[in-house]
Each structure stands twice: as structure tokens, then as C-alpha cells.
């Protein structure tokens, strides 16, 4: 059964630091994974989509990586700034591999300090 | 653009009362989905579809029934609310199950169950 996990559970960092976020799966025969963003009582934003076939997805100040063979993906923010503040999750194809039946992580808060 | 809508956005139900949470979409997605959201847990999957006149369960669907008779609306309906569905529901839809697709997610609805 694919299992997801992100850690931290909460990261607190001064404006402009870049920092990392950290996604890692069980089953490594994925199709795609995404990073969502969600803010407090909103919904979930899809940030970036990775293909399996791809290793890295970059959108303006975030670079997502994937490592399939090791199960592991990261999220790399530039230069943070308070309005990143949110709950970043990872999601992975579960459920039989159907590409679009998520399995999420727990998420990982992140305050960006002014 | 509306994207995917949501209601009511907060309710409060008696243990083994009756209500549907609303969803709509105007993407003209053919998939969608229900999600709930459990404080410090990742999104479970209820119930998903993937057109109109066809659903199927998800991870976690007691409890829970849905319809799918347009393209447009995914109702989920609660028939007998117990305390342990107090969550926060969240309806997402996408296009295709190719692999490429985002998710979209709307603004969500808290439930409490008292």
C-alpha cells in the first residue's frame, strides 16, 4: 500500500532564506506526483505536476525534483517571502496506480518570518 | 471563473441527521472527486467519478453515498451523521486520467458533528 510522508511537520525561516520541503513514497511505481499549496480555510492549489518520466519541474521560484528509485521528491523555494506562509502537500497515484486517485502526505506548515 | 464550488461552507449537524454537501464544477471535467480532511492527517479519498452516471468508492466510504447524473454536479450526501465524519469535505475535478492532469480543488465545507 503506497504511503506518503512529509517532514518537517512545520518549518519557521526568515524572509529570503531558500529552504527545502521534503516528500517521500513507499511504492516507487508512481506515475506523476504534485505539490499542492493550501492556505488556511481554503482549498488545495496545484503547484507543480512531475512526470515520472521527468526529474525536475520549476515554476518562477519553485523547483520540484523527483527521485523515483529512491521515493523521494523535494520542493525547493527561492528566496522566501511571507505570502509563501502555507501548508504544502506532496500527492502520488494510489488506489491501483489510477493517476488521478491521490494518496496525500500530512503536509509540511511553513511560516516565513518578515 | 468560477472553477470548482462548494456549499454551504460551514455546518453544524445533530447525530443522525440527514444533510448533502454540494459541489459544481464548470470545466466541464469529466473526473471528480470528494476528499475529507482530518486535523494533522492527510486527504482520504470517499468517493470519486469519472463522468456522468458513474461512481465508485474511494479509501474511505462508509457512511457517505454520491450521484453523478451531469457532467457539472457531484453531490456527496451524509444519510445518518455520526461524530466521527466531523471533518473538513473538499470536491476536486480534473480533466482526464492521462497522467497530465492538475487536480482542482474548491474552498471546502467544516462539518461538525454534535
Known amino acids: 500500500k503506497q504511503e506518503v510522508t512529509q517532514i518537517p511537520a512545520a518549518l519557521s525561516v526568515p524572509e529570503g532564506e531558500n529552504l527545502v520541503l521534503n516528500c517521500s513514497f513507499t511504492?516507487?511505481?508512481?506515475?506523476?506526483l504534485q505539490w499542492f499549496r493550501q492556505d488556511p480555510g481554503k482549498g488545495l492549489t496545484s503547484l507543480l505536476l512531475?512526470?515520472?518520466?521527468?526529474r525536475e519541474q520549476t515554476s518562477g521560484r519553485l523547483n520540484a525534483s523527483l527521485d523515483k528509485s529512491s521515493g523521494r521528491s523535494t520542493l525547493y523555494i527561492a528566496a522566501s517571502q511571507p505570502g509563501d506562509s502555507a501548508t504544502y502537500l506532496c500527492a502520488v497515484p494510489g488506489y491501483g496506480g489510477a493517476t488521478n486517485k491521490l494518496i496525500f502526505g500530512t503536509g509540511t506548515l511553513l511560516a516565513v518570518q518578515p | 471563473n468560477a472553477g470548482v464550488t462548494q456549499t454551504p461552507k460551514f455546518r453544524i449537524l445533530k447525530i443522525g441527521q440527514s444533510m448533502t454537501l454540494q459541489c459544481t464544477q464548470d470545466?466541464?471535467?469529466?473526473?471528480m472527486y470528494w476528499y475529507r480532511q482530518d486535523p494533522g492527517m492527510g486527504l482520504k479519498l470517499i468517493y470519486y467519478s469519472v463522468g456522468a452516471g458513474i461512481t465508485d468508492k474511494g479509501e474511505v466510504p462508509n457512511g457517505y453515498n454520491v450521484s453523478r447524473s451531469t457532467t457539472e454536479d457531484f453531490p456527496l450526501r451524509l444519510e445518518l451523521a455520526a461524530p466521527s465524519q466531523t471533518s473538513v469535505y473538499f470536491c476536486a475535478s480534473s480533466y482526464s486520467a492521462g497522467g497530465y492532469e492538475k487536480l482542482f480543488f474548491g474552498s471546502g465545507t467544516q462539518l461538525s458533528v454534535l
Open positions: 470545466m466541464n471535467h469529466n473526473y
Open positions: 511504492d516507487s511505481a508512481i506515475y506523476n
Open positions: 512531475i512526470q515520472s518520466s521527468q
